[in-house]
């Protein structure tokens, strides 16, 4: 049952930023793309104009936008395409986005080409306050301000650089039995899980055994601040993190929103 859980919580990751088309810009909200990717920085993927470098360099246009898009929909494979080795991804491959038409795929694929810089602008993602619903009894609806009355935990960090970061908030654990599991037997809570929604759409996955009856539960931060500054635009104010996955960052959301507490049906 775990495992299931765990492979339920590989979604897909795409591209997209500010200076898009519209409807390219709703597209890339839904994907979840700024959890991974960035214009010039590397994150959990590398930087998109490391990317459009990369494959422009490759031959023609048409050939680059090509196979950039056919690796949105399929994945980069296992070895990925060398950015962890080389430093500009904390993650080592790009799972399949089968949910992502090719002809989506391929419209972000053009935009990537054109990427060269930073994106500047995240204020459609700016999260205030985080829902709680699903399976539980009491259901929340908690601001910053509220969740700063909650005890505040801190995890420092490792940082790719050598330096350490201390980030500061609320454990998911401590949120969760505040809702309290809506419970009709004593198997329910081998059978729940807890999703978590991002405002550009990226969602991940727990079991509620691993959170609340695990150790796994005591890294799984809901991130008010950053060495005792708030979040700014690019992530927050509400992130979340788990700070005890074996690639720091497997389980990074940016922009929280929501927590759905759901029963897997035998």
């Avoid at 839904?30 to 422009?56: I, M, T, W």
């Avoid at 060269?116 to 619903?133: C, I, K």
């Avoid at 329910?188 to 929604?197: E, F, L, S, W």
Wanted: aromatic share 6%; hydrophobic share 45%.
């Amino acid at each position: 049952m775990q495992a299931i859980m765990y492979a339920m919580a590989a979604f897909a990751m795409l591209s997209a930023g500010p200076g898009v088309a519209a409807d390219e810009f709703v597209l890339a909200q839904k994907s979840g793309c700024l959890s991974c990717h960035r214009g010039a920085e590397a994150q959990n993927g590398p930087a998109f104009k490391d990317v459009a470098g990369r494959y422009a360099g490759g031959g023609s246009a048409e050939a680059a936008e090509a196979l950039l898009a056919r690796r949105i929909v399929a994945g980069t494979g296992p070895d990925g395409l060398g950015w962890m080795r080389e430093g500009k991804a904390k993650l080592p491959f790009m799972p399949p986005n089968a949910r992502v038409p090719p002809e989506d795929a391929r419209r972000l694929a053009k935009w990537i080409l054109d990427v060269r810089g930073e994106f500047t602008d995240f204020s459609h993602f700016v999260s205030e306050r985080v829902a709680v619903s699903g399976a539980v009894k009491q259901p929340l609806d908690l601001d910053v301000n509220a969740l700063r009355k909650l005890e505040q935990r801190e995890i420092p960090v490792a940082l790719r650089d050598g330096g350490r970061q201390m980030l500061k908030g609320v454990l998911l654990r401590d949120v969760l039995k505040q809702a309290e599991l809506d419970v009709q037997s004593h198997h329910d809570g081998k059978k729940t899980i807890v999703v978590a929604t991002a405002s550009d759409g990226y969602r991940v996955v727990f079991s509620w055994l691993e959170l609340l009856a695990s150790s796994m539960g005591d890294g799984v931060l809901l991130i008010l601040e950053k060495d005792g500054q708030p979040l700014a635009d690019s992530e927050g104010r509400i992130a979340m993190v788990s700070a005890g996955d074996n690639h720091f960052g497997s389980r990074y959301l940016k922009w929280l929103k929501t927590v759905e507490v759901r029963k897997i049906i035998d």
